[in-house]
């Protein structure tokens, strides 16, 4: 029997056991801290049932390994040349490409397609950003869920809630909503305003933890100043909740172990950044840091305090709005950003500019479609790996349990290409593997990640963990000033207005981003008159993608919802950047639905 880890991009990072004679069947690791005994039907089914890419390809013709890797030395060989990199493996290693294009005096990106403009935001009040363990979860008397469906995105949490008071916060009706002490089904985007109402609530009522305030955050006059500059009444008539349920809210906090977990559809938006900095602010206003059974857990810094090997120094263009017209070659690896960036007409546009467009993956998709090099990879069962997460503090190894006869690893690609172009080989593998694994100390099979702190924040914050928190004392919204939309607001029991719908991008739960199971359904509240199953054109600004109607009342008669890995979904968003984090901003942006027969 074999331990590894789940390289999947998900926070649960689950410890597996495989006995390499009967692979592919999988067991979860029942020992390991975090992983509960069960693996998700994401890894133990979806993934293990993907068909993969088998054989190389250059311009549609099949090849030998070491003939693609031939061509892409030469198709490398230009003087503008980017790495755009995916996140469909988690693992370490994965980063080792880096290596080549800095030899290469290559291109690399910054930002991210998921969590920087909440990162920014945390970075804004504490100035960095541990890991919530947890055991602090475990600890705690009331769980605030706030944007996350937990169900879906970080199910082996599920047991930490057990017997705690639920309150959740979401646009949707999730399934913890369904089960939760208290469900706010606020307005899309309105989360910074629901945070800083709730925390100008508490200042009000004197309910602040002076003790902790005095110690930690000695600003809190000067914040309290600026929740006053938001009128009461219009904001919670934007964010549509009332005073009572606000006021409940509060009731069942105050005084209590409390833990905040935070998702990522808060901080898909311009103003990412600052909602995250606002939920921060209120949490540090009722002392909720620092304490056994409290905090604030939203995607950690899995890299924290970690010399990583595979940090270059490279010119770095935007990964949101990435100019690949501006390169001749392209090479993406474990990605599809034909689907899965933002503003698909404008990825696509881009990527036709490029001369050669290289892909490297494990799955054929709308990227490796317009590829002119296609590269098989391997799996994260089929070679040695290190696993971190950004919700925990194990630092887990990824062993190899299988002998593929297709596909190169990352390792194995970064150093063939390496020499083919006349520099020394890497060093081995198991150098680069150890040089993680060696700055974390070891308990039994697991690690422990090097920045690892039981109760976050407790001496103080800042990287000494001796500075103060910082209070936001600014906010702009640009998009509320200048963008024109009308209310849900019901006219009679069959009449409903609405000019334009938030769009609402979750993850699903038969996919992972536009891996394994994809669909075409956008769900509707039923009182907006589409039927269940008849077709309909969704667009925006930016493009548009026809989709199959399933009616909900989970959803807010002014919102639709369309996972992130629908077919077609990123025609309809934005390629814009985050004010702070360089994030991508899926959510900024309002539909049209019309049905086809109009």
């Given at each position: 029997?074999?331990?590894t880890?789940?390289g ?32 998700c039907?994401?890894?133990n ?14 311009n549609?013709k ?7 890797l031939?061509?892409t030395?030469?198709?490398l060989n ?5 790495l ?11 980063e ?14 910054k930002g ?5 403009s ?10 960095i ?22 169900t ?10 057990e ?9 949707v009706?999730?399934?913890i ?6 469900y ?13 109402m709730l925390?100008?609530f ?13 110690e ?12 006053r500059?938001?009128r009461i ?5 934007y ?28 901080q898909?938006?311009s ?8 939920i921060?602010?209120l949490a ?6 620092g ?12 890299k924290?305090?970690?010399?990583n ?8 263009v ?13 090479l ?43 590269i098989?990879?391997?799996n994260?069962?089929?070679k040695?790996?290190?696993r ?8 887990n ?13 990352e390792y ?19 150098h680069?593997?150890n ?13 422990i ?10 001496e ?6 001796d ?27 069959k ?5 334009d719908?938030?769009l ?18 956008v ?12 077709e ?15 009616n ?11 996972t992130?890995?629908?077919?077609g979904v ?13 994030s991508?901003c899926?959510?900024e942006?309002?539909v049209?639905v019309?049905k086809l027969?109009?």
């Amino acid at each position: 029997m074999i331990k590894t880890t789940c390289g999947l991009d998900c926070p649960d990072a689950c410890g597996i056991v495989v006995a390499p004679e009967h692979f592919p069947k999988i067991t979860s690791d029942t020992a390991h801290p975090t992983s509960n005994g069960a693996l998700c039907a994401l890894l133990n089914k979806y993934m293990l049932d993907e068909t993969r890419i088998k054989k190389a390809r250059v311009n549609g013709k099949e090849v030998t390994l070491d003939e693609v890797l031939n061509v892409t030395k030469e198709a490398l060989n230009t003087d503008s040349k980017l790495l755009w990199r995916g996140s469909g493996n988690f693992g370490v290693m994965q980063e080792i490409t880096n290596l080549l294009f800095e030899k290469l005096e290559g291109s690399t990106t910054k930002g991210t397609l998921c969590d920087g403009s909440g990162d920014a935001g945390i970075l804004e009040g504490r100035e960095i950003n541990h890991i919530l363990p947890p055991e602090q979860i475990d600890k705690a008397e009331v769980v605030v869920v706030w944007g996350k469906n937990i169900t879906v995105t970080a199910s082996h949490l599920m047991p930490y809630l057990e017997g705690k008071k639920i309150i959740v916060i979401d646009p949707v009706k999730t399934a913890i909503a369904k089960k939760a002490d208290l469900y706010l089904q606020i307005t899309p985007r309105s989360d910074f305003y629901v945070a800083i109402m709730l925390a100008r609530f508490t200042l009000m009522g004197d309910h602040e933890d002076s003790d902790f305030i005095e110690e930690f955050a000695s600003d809190i006059e000067d914040f309290y100043d600026f929740t006053r500059e938001f009128r009461i009444r219009p904001i919670l008539e934007y964010i549509d909740i009332d005073l009572n349920k606000m006021g409940q809210l509060l009731e069942l906090i105050l005084g209590k172990k409390t833990v905040f977990l935070i998702g990522n559809g808060v901080q898909k938006y311009s103003t990412g950044a600052s909602t995250l900095h606002a939920i921060d602010a209120l949490a540090a206003t009722l002392g909720l840091f620092g304490k056994e059974g409290c905090g604030v857990g939203f995607l950690g810094n899995s890299k924290l305090n970690f010399k990583n090997p595979f940090a270059v120094k490279t010119n770095k263009v935007e990964k949101v709005n990435t100019a690949f017209g501006d390169f001749e070659t392209v090479l993406i690896q474990g990605g599809n950003p034909v689907a899965s960036m933002p503003n698909s007409n404008h990825v696509i546009a881009e990527l036709k500019k490029t001369h050669t467009i290289i892909y490297y993956g494990l799955y054929e998709n709308e990227t490796s479609a317009m590829a002119n090099i296609v590269i098989p990879a391997k799996n994260f069962f089929e070679k040695e790996d290190v696993r971190l997460s950004y919700a925990h503090q194990y630092v887990n190894p990824m062993r190899k349990v299988h002998n593929c006869e297709y596909g190169i690893s990352e390792y194995d690609f970064t150093n063939t290409l390496v020499q083919k172009f006349g520099f020394d080989a890497l060093e081995s593998e198991e150098h680069y593997i150890n040089l993680w694994l060696d700055q974390c100390k070891k308990e039994g099979d697991y690690y422990i990640h090097p920045a690892y702190q039981e109760i976050p924040y407790a001496e103080g914050f800042g990287e000494n963990a001796d500075e103060e928190f910082i209070f936001p004392d600014e906010f702009e919204d640009d998009f509320i000033k200048t963008k024109q939309f009308t209310r849900a607001r019901r006219k009679s029991k069959k009449e409903v207005v609405i000019s334009d719908y938030w769009l609402i991008s979750p993850k699903a739960n038969k996919a992972l981003n536009t891996q394994f199971q994809r669909d075409n359904k956008v769900v509707l509240h039923p009182s907006l008159g589409f039927n269940n199953g008849e077709e309909v054109k969704v667009f925006s600004e930016h493009g548009e993608q026809n989709f199959i109607v399933k009616n909900s009342e989970d959803i807010r008669e002014d919102s639709v919802l369309i996972t992130a890995n629908a077919v077609g979904v990123n025609f309809l968003t934005p390629n814009i950047i985050s004010e702070e984090g360089n994030s991508a901003c899926y959510q900024e942006v309002k539909v049209k639905v019309e049905k086809l027969n109009a």
